[in-house]
């Protein structure tokens, strides 16, 4: 495994990844034992694609030389899930730690593995949101108002002045022949 020229070796962000696939595997048998119906079945179909994805990791850490970390024997949960409703509010959760667990792999400077993260997360979001079809807050630290948020509204003026000033601390690009 090489050292990428931003970070650790791509093998380290695999195996973060699988980590959290292997605890979203587990939180979706829970999730599982506590649906029925309708909801059991979207259980059933985050199983198997957390399941999948699991797999391919696996797979992609051993076909670079590295050795796949195998599951913990139990997860410790966010909180008790004692009905249906806690299922719900827990799968939302683990698609969206999800999502952040892949986006560390988007980073990576192999395009298929950007590619694999890219296309993962969507997944993820996807089944969050099919869990909970709502959209939460607009940016994260954010009230839905934006009451907490204070940016100034930049004017004609302001930015002239912001080109002017760049325009002076830039240096010259090269033209073309």
Do not use: N
């Not at 931003?6 to 292997?22: F, I, K, N, Q, Y």
């Not at 198997?48 to 796949?68: C, E, M, N, S, V």
């Not at 004017?155 to 002017?164: I, L, N």
């Amino acid at each position: 495994m090489t050292e990428s020229p931003t970070g650790p070796p791509a093998g380290d962000v695999l195996g973060r990844v699988l980590s959290a696939e292997h605890a979203a595997v587990f939180a979706y048998g829970v999730i599982g034992g506590k649906t029925s119906g309708a909801l059991l079945r979207r259980a059933m179909a985050g199983f198997d694609a957390h399941r999948a994805r699991r797999d391919q990791l696996r797979a992609l850490i051993t076909q670079r030389g590295g050795t796949p970390a195998e599951p913990g024997p139990t997860y410790r949960l966010p909180f008790e899930v004692r009905k249906p409703a806690d299922a719900v509010r827990l799968a939302v959760l683990v698609e969206q730690r999800m999502i952040t667990a892949y986006l560390e792999l988007a980073a990576e400077p192999d395009p298929a593995l950007r590619r694999i993260a890219a296309l993962t997360a969507q997944e993820c979001a996807t089944r969050a949101y099919g869990w909970q079809p709502k959209i939460g807050d607009p940016f994260p630290g954010m009230g839905r108002d934006g009451a907490d948020f204070d940016a100034a509204i930049p004017t004609q003026e302001a930015e002239s002045a912001a080109a002017d000033s760049s325009a002076e601390t830039d240096p010259p690009t090269p033209s073309g022949p």
